[in-house]
């Protein structure tokens, strides 16, 4: 059987540091569709995509109101998976549900809010969840295969090449992952949460390359205002997530899920700006994928950026775990941004946090907005030292100046454009 992505089985980087610039073995950049296509052209790129797609489907779409599951509605979505796996195209699950199933098995009236209870519910709702789909699927001869991550999963450059090979063994088996974060360990204060299915979701997308996302939700995609006010209007193509975009969001959070519009944005500007594309649909309308890989104009589809970046750009920009923070003034902004080069230590006017030689670390634009990742040559302490001056005076205020650069552009990602 052909591999569904090519398997990776690129080096680990050897030596200490800095890492050079990983050769990835799948040369398939997907070309991301251009911005200058009409709404229906860009749905008809949507209509030819191939290859391994993400589907995350949301706990309010999978569950009933009381949050029992909604054995139904998992029945339509694999049989609609089923349906639209053909051509080589193959998919990969994100599934929430756990802690909704969980509740209702327990016979809880609502969420637990003491940490432990939390994780205890979304070890009993998991089994349940999984066993559902596993029953469904087996009806099309397939299994399902259960994926737990957790941010340490995908923050380490090891660890994250053993996800990928994973999955796409999975997918070659014939039987379909379903990914879930491992709640049980996963603990917000200890940094090791993705914080929601949504940003998972992206995560996922951006680690297989995966061309297309699509987001199951309980609303039919974004609205330019409040979705509940009828003069608010569905918006079929966001080409670009400016201001006006983020204007749109209102974020409620209810007793069940997590997520809200909020995140899909975030999840949508983590997907294209690695190049691919995203779609926010309603998970609730009958043959909704059906209609998405026909090209139908429904939901909302954020239109990939660019060409695409490569494998260890992905790993950097958006799985590795920042360690501190460097400001930059707005010439470095701009010499990081539009002219494609590495920082020097003169761009620097701010250093944040405790890091060492080697550390990924966040770089912020004067307002805060972190605008790229990249792997330090110097330590906090040095950097401190060495901000504002010009890389020529290096030596003269360490005593030494092993690299020209703070961080090589071969080590940088741009996480916002
Ligand atoms: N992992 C959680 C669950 O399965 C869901 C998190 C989310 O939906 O964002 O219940």
Redesign the pocket.
Known sequence: MASPFAVYSEAIPSAPFPFPPVQSLDHRIPSAPSPRMNPAELRQQIANVSGTVVIKV??RVLTHPDGTLNHERIDQLAEEIQTISQNGRRVVLVS?????AGISLLGLKSRPTDLAKLQAV?AV?QVHLIQSYDRTFARYGRRAAQVLLTVEDVDDRVRYLNVRNTIASILEFGAVPII??N?TVSVDELKTTFG???RLAAMVTNLIRAPLLVVLSDIEGLYDGDPSRKESKLVHTIEKIDETVLGYVRDKKTGL???GMASKLEAARMVTTAGESMIIASGRQPNILTQVFAGELVGTLFVGQGKGITPYKRWLGFSAQVRGRVQLDAGARRAILEQGRSLLAAGIVNVQGEFQKGDVVALCDSEGHVIARGLSNYSSADIERIKGIKSDKIAQVLGRRPYEEVIHRDNLAIVRK
């Open positions: 949301g706990t929430s549900g756990a802690v909704g979304a709702g879930n974060e709640d929601d299915n949504d899920s997590k997520g």
